[in-house]
């Protein structure tokens, strides 16, 4: 029972309720700010008893944290999984020992019935639709280079799905994963630059490797933002100061800071009341009109 908590001022029945959360890493400004994020309304203050743990991009580090969740005995498990696939075992343990799931941000793809209680994070089909819209309407010859997020996660698989039937397969020269993260990003494009000396867009899953995949371009001599127009996914500070800078093009936001609805669910799924099969997270859209005082002003 959670009674012997020190339970400072802790919830209305002074009790708090013990969650286990699973963040997948700290792999991106997005991810940076979602913790931070989380965090901030997982507290003693609104009630929650946290257990917080990064598996570092890693899946075999995640499914060893849900486990130490069970054996531990927490109320709720609430977790952001790297990739959709090959979770079926351990989600069943969890199901067994009768401890609801808050879902995450990433989504699953798993035989488990009714595997969590609640599901909050973005539409991203929507984002690589909206991306794919704005490169149609402004580059409907593109030569198009995209860098991909870890393969297998859900918001690689969808946004690229969107993107991909907007623009249309054949405007494609080709793919390749940074895996979220600047290093890789750059990488890939440096790759990239050598292999399809003809692009002329790139579309990045995120913004992190799109800020890698300038200084690749520049590296190159290349100028970002003309030579090679660069669409992306995020709205991270950075990202938005490339736009400001002109270096990116149209940046398609993702929400990270919504710590407040797992809260709202968490008290909710803990208390048994009905909750949405999912919450999505809703995001806007940025060009280059975006000004320098709106940056400065973005929180993350
Ligand atoms: O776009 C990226 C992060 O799952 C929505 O993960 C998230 C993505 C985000 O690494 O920056």
Redesign the pocket.
């Known amino acids: 029972t959670n009674a012997t908590q020190d339970s400072g001022d802790g919830g209305d029945s002074g009790e708090l309720i013990k969650v286990g959360f699973s963040q997948?890493?700290a792999?991106?400004?997005?991810?940076t700010a979602?913790t931070e994020s989380v965090k901030a309304s997982l507290t003693e203050e609104n009630g929650i008893d946290l257990t917080f743990v990064d598996a570092q991009q890693k899946q075999e580090n995640q499914i060893k944290a849900l486990r130490d969740f069970i054996d531990q005995g927490v109320d709720v498990i609430a977790f952001?999984p790297v990739v959709q696939t090959g979770w079926d075992e351990v989600l069943q343990e969890i199901q067994d020992a009768e401890i609801p799931v808050v879902l995450v941000?990433?989504t699953v793809d798993t035989t488990v019935t009714d595997p969590y209680a609640t599901w909050i994070?973005?539409d991203?089909k929507s984002e690589g639709v909206k991306a794919g819209e704005w490169v149609k309407e402004n580059y409907p010859d593109a030569k198009i280079f995209e860098l991909q997020?870890?393969l297998g996660?859900?918001?690689q698989v969808d946004?690229e799905a969107g993107f991909d039937e907007t623009v249309g397969a054949d405007k494609i020269l080709g793919k390749a994963s940074g895996n979220?993260?600047r290093a890789e990003g750059k990488a890939a494009m440096e790759a990239a630059l050598q292999a399809y000396p003809d692009m002329n867009l790139l579309f990045t899953?995120?913004?992190?490797m799109g800020l890698g995949a300038i200084e690749a371009i520049e590296a190159a001599g290349k100028v970002p933002g003309k030579d090679i127009v660069i669409v992306s996914?995020?709205g991270?500070r950075d990202g938005l100061q490339a736009l400001v800078d002109k270096k990116f093009n149209f940046v398609v936001e993702?929400n990270?800071v919504f710590g407040d609805q797992i809260l709202d669910a968490i008290k909710k799924v803990y208390a048994g009341e009905d909750v949405p099969k999912e919450t999505i997270v809703v995001d806007a859209t940025f060009d280059q009109t975006i000004t320098q005082e709106e940056v400065d002003a973005r929180p993350y």
Not at 27 to 31: A, D, L, V
Not at 205 to 208: E, P
């Open positions: 997948l890493g792999e991106s400004g997005w991810r979602n952001s941000d990433r994070g973005a991203f997020g870890t996660s859900g918001a946004r979220f993260t899953h995120n913004d992190d996914v995020d991270v993702c990270p």
